[in-house]
């Protein structure tokens, strides 16, 4: 019991502390079949019991140690942007085009609800923004003037991210969270384009908005479909229990949001330097938006890996 005790303590400082020494590490792995061995003889002896639990959940502990992959960051970004991601948004594709064809229809419902009813903008805008677009003056006129491009894109992009992951993470309301989210975007972008077209400046907002909005909008839409998966995983589990499909689904959600995080910081960099800047014509800031969504599309879709994994498989179900 003394041994293995002080094993335990050991592995406190092998799970805590990267640069173990080396006498530690070769002490547990001599200690590692001797306590697989110790087990066996507990369980002829004593069936079940406090002294067999003891040795299994130190030993299941040592096998882990042991048998964990090699830390490496680079080889972990790797996998998680080419093997990952694409594979979870491969496995939820109906999911994600489902909240993708809600946004839009949300969108359409905002849009067609200004058009007939101007006083509806009240409900996501200020009257700041209202009387402004009112005299020909779009809210985002000027903002270089008031604030630098450095502090707008760190704030633009805090708030971005803090949507999407909300969209995640209000998800645990068996999806109605996520809905909520979405559809107030969907609502709030149509209503916004409605309102400033009834004053000939939909299309000075549009200028504004293509050169991040494709992935700013795209990232929010992705996270509402892993915020939705996340409340079906509570609301069907199928053959699992909610707490496995749920601890699945949330590390799914949680790499999917890693991710749009990522594109969202770039995101909040091109509308804080990019977007309010009058220096930049309406082309080159298509051809960024388009390029950078490009970007975001091939990093979910990981092609070249999906591909090569696909080979693999067939030739291993061949030989």
Known sequence: MPVWQALGSRLKELESDRAASPDI????????PELARDIAIARRIVSGGQLVQMLEGTYARVHQLVYQPP???????RKLFRVDVPAIVHD????????????VLSTLAGWALVMTNPDVVALFASPEIIEGVQAGDLWTDGLLHAVPSSALSAGIFTNNISVALTSIAVGVLFGLGTIYII???????????????????????????V??????????????????????????????????????????????????????????????????NPAFPLPVRIFVGVAYGLLFVWTLAGLPELSRLKVQRSQSVAT
Not at 92 to 103: A, I, T
Not at 213 to 242: D, Q, Y
Request: net charge positive.
């Open 25 to 32: 590490v070769r002490e547990t792995l001599r200690l590692y």
């Open 71 to 77: 830390r490496n960051l680079r080889e972990s970004l």
């Open 92 to 103: 939820m594709r109906w999911r994600l085009l489902s909240v993708g064809l809600f946004f």
């Open 183 to 209: 559809a107030l975007n969907g609502l709030m972008l149509g209503g916004l384009f409605a309102f400033t077209a009834q004053y000939d400046l939909a299309g000075r907002l549009f200028s504004f908005v």
């Open 211 to 276: 050169a991040h909005g494709v992935v700013e909008l795209s990232a929010i839409v992705l996270c509402g479909a892993a915020g939705f998966a996340l409340g079906e995983s509570l609301a069907r589990p199928g053959a699992l229990t909610r707490r496995q499909a749920f601890r699945i689904a949330a590390g799914k959600a949680t790499r999917i949001g890693l991710v749009c995080a990522l594109f969202l910081v770039g995101a909040g960099v091109i509308e804080g330097y990019v977007s309010p």
